[in-house]
């Protein structure tokens, strides 16, 4: 099957990554006060990778897409982004039996080479774009990465995947790498770690929720633009809590793809997770599949502009068992560009209020015209 074509999806994935054992607790703490009879799986279990899995096997979306296996990355390949120091830190934690590194983020037995699959699928999917073998791949890929700094872990994340590849992508020939990024929480580990170039956009649309501790220190906020060479390259979004399908779709064409055209990628890396949906358990930002296959058609419309059609897709969080999936489905559907929905809402009926979040996109919109040097004057 030819799957060099836009009308296909690459999808890289590695059973190992359900081996990454989270456990139960109350949320993500993994602790049993004991006042529970029933207690549910951290978030960010197997469960809800094996739907998405099986949703793109057996879903109407299966005849487009092809699989593909790969290999665990290697130590030298995580230090494009990471440090020595902090990587050590991983592969000691591994071999004593394990480490809790920060709130919901534990290293247990199994996790380093689950992280170490989902870093070598993600490289290997940015690598079979890059030696033309395809125009979009999506890394299916869990422990997430987007809160991973160069050296920190952080919400649920050791390794900073989609870091990893824009990096490979620069260091295989591509000028300008395009990172945006629609989970929930704000990506700070990719800004961090290109905080101070101007060779990687980073972009991220999320809850407006703050730096949360130590481990992130980062707030997400719409000042923090990069540093040096770096500075503009960074553009948070922070949006207000139940933004929903069209307050996310007035972002992403009045203030991401401006700045895309602008910034001219030779590649893009989109960050998915479905944690921004209408039923996440650790998201409030109220999309359902009709927004998702929205910004999945606007992120395949500024590839074919700029990126010679070229995407990388990396999964982070979405942590609704079902919905999660469901919403997956959807936004690839959108990258596709196909005709009409291949798979219907089985659950959307919240009514939407834009109002609020289309005055926050704008008065982004006017800091960014105001302040960021290669959008100055936009309006
Ligand atoms: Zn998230």
């Not at 074509?5 to 990554?17: A, K, L, P």
């Not at 480490?99 to 992280?115: I, M, Y």
């Not at 952080?154 to 020939?173: M, V």
């Not at 949906?277 to 998702?292: E, H």
């Amino acid at each position: 099957m030819a799957t060099t074509g836009s009308d296909h999806i690459n999808v890289f994935w590695e059973d190992g990554m359900l081996d990454h054992d989270t456990g139960k607790g109350v949320f993500d703490s993994g602790i049993d006060p004991g006042f529970l009879d029933v207690l549910e799986k951290h978030p960010e279990n197997p469960d809800r990778i094996r739907n998405m899995f099986s949703i793109l096997k057996r879903g109407p979306i299966s005849s487009f897409i092809s699989w593909h296996s790969s290999s665990p990355a290697q130590i030298s390949h995580l230090l494009s982004f990471h440090t020595q120091e902090y990587i050590d830190s991983l592969v000691e934690a591994d071999k004593n039996g394990g480490k809790t590194f920060c709130h919901g983020t534990s290293l247990n037995p199994g996790s380093w080479n689950a992280a170490l699959l989902a870093a070598g699928a993600t490289l290997a999917a940015m690598k079979y774009i890059l030696d033309g073998h395809a125009k979009i791949c999506y890394a299916l890929v869990r422990p997430p990465g987007h809160h991973a700094q160069p050296n920190q872990a952080d919400g649920y994340c050791f390794l900073n995947n989609a870091g990893l590849a824009a990096q490979y992508a620069l260091d295989s020939g591509c000028k300008r790498v395009v990172i945006i990024d629609i989970d929930v929480h704000f990506g700070n580990g990719a800004t961090e770690g290109f905080y101070q170039s101007d060779k990687v956009l980073t972009i991220s649309l999320h809850m407006n929720h703050g730096s949360w501790g130590s481990s992130h220190p980062q707030n997400g906020g719409i000042d923090e633009l990069g540093e040096g060479a770096g500075f503009g390259y960074n553009l948070n979004i922070p949006l207000p809590n139940g933004t929903g399908d069209k307050g996310y779709k007035y972002a992403m064409t009045e203030v991401v793809a401006p700045a895309v055209k602008k910034f001219e990628p030779d590649m893009m890396v989109f960050v998915v997770g479905q944690d921004s949906s209408a039923f996440d358990p650790n998201g409030r930002q109220c999309l359902t599949m009709g927004g998702y296959r929205d910004i999945g058609q606007i992120i395949r419309n500024l590839a074919d502009d700029h990126s010679n059609g070229r995407i990388l897709i990396v999964q982070e969080g979405g942590y609704h068992v079902t919905y999660s999936a469901y919403c997956l489905h959807a936004t690839l559907e959108g990258v596709l560009n196909v005709s009409h929905p291949l798979l219907p809402d089985p659950i959307a009926y919240y009514p939407e209020d834009d109002t609020f979040a289309v005055k926050a996109i704008d008065s982004i919109k006017q800091h960014h015209a105001h302040v960021v040097p290669f959008l100055k004057g936009m309006s």
